[in-house]
């Protein structure tokens, strides 16, 4: 099994909706012994507390207070991410597309990214993580030692949204899947608060044509590259 050691450092991957963080970061994780953090899961947390209870998500007021008395655990269990909402196991409940699309309405909210933000520099405040988002590099981790900006075409990021989908079983829309993916990108990029950008000291890199192990060794190797600048 290719594992590298590294030293701890702090590993930022952004990029929009569907463009392969998470696979990416888990994988980037595994392969240096870090740490894998991904941020979309709070956000999703968060979303699907306000569905079950009922908060419309144009109560920014009622968003953000029910933030901050949410208690998000994200735990390492057999090499993936477990997520404990209040205590309770969310991880496969929060990645329905439902949960999905309330959770890019909560995430334009500013105060409930200041609570959550918070709590993700808290997390990888000691270095030796993995963590993905949309502005990890730009606003939670601006002195990140590797930013990473994660790209590829939007049908490419609608197939691959569709296909994972499909193998939970779960039989969406090709082409709403793709309209969706259009919306989020708007949204995120126009958003007040903490909108998606590239950071200027971060690397693109376009996945559109990669496969994800070479997506992931790519990361590595600049991980390594940081690592020895670093040391001398």
Same mark, same amino acid.
């Given at each position: 099994m290719f594992?590298?050691?590294?030293? %701890?450092?702090? !590993?930022?991957?952004?990029?929009?909706?569907?463009?392969? %963080?998470?696979?990416?970061?888990r994988r980037v994780a595994e392969m240096i012994g870090y740490l894998y953090i991904d941020t979309g899961a709070m956000y999703r947390a968060v979303a699907m507390k306000a569905l079950r209870r009922g908060i419309s998500f144009d109560s920014t007021d009622a968003l953000t207070a029910l933030a901050?008395?949410?208690h998000i655990d994200l735990r390492q269990q057999n090499g993936t991410q477990q997520v404990l909402l209040d205590g309770e196991d969310v991880t496969s409940g929060i990645r329905t597309p439902e949960v999905a699309q309330a959770a890019s309405k909560v995430a334009v909210i500013s105060g409930v990214r200041k609570v959550l933000v918070?709590?993700?520099?808290?997390?990888?405040?000691?270095?030796?993580v993995v963590m993905e988002?949309?502005?990890?590099?730009?606003?939670?981790?601006? @002195?990140?030692q590797l930013k990473i900006f994660l790209v590829?075409?939007?049908? !490419?990021?609608?197939?691959?949204?569709?296909?994972?989908?499909e193998q939970k079983g779960d039989h969406i @829309?090709?082409?709403?899947?793709?309209?969706? !993916?259009?919306?989020?990108?708007?949204? @995120? #990029?126009?958003r007040? #608060?903490?909108?998606?950008?590239?950071?200027?000291?971060?690397v693109v890199v376009d996945s559109t044509a990669m496969e994800p192990e070479e997506v992931a060794r790519l990361v590595v190797m600049?991980?390594?590259? %940081?690592a020895a600048k670093s040391a001398q």
């Open positions: 594992h590298v050691n590294l030293p %701890k450092l702090i !590993i930022a991957i952004d990029g929009p909706v569907g463009s392969g %963080k998470s696979t990416l970061a901050g008395e949410t918070a709590e993700q520099r808290r997390a990888g405040q000691q270095g030796g988002g949309r502005d990890i590099g730009s606003v939670v981790f601006p @002195d990140a590829a075409s939007p049908e !490419i990021r609608a197939e691959r949204r569709w296909r994972e989908h @829309d090709l082409r709403r899947t793709l309209e969706e !993916i259009h919306e989020r990108d708007r949204r @995120d #990029s126009e007040a #608060s903490s909108p998606l950008v590239q950071a200027p000291d971060a600049l991980a390594q590259n %940081k």
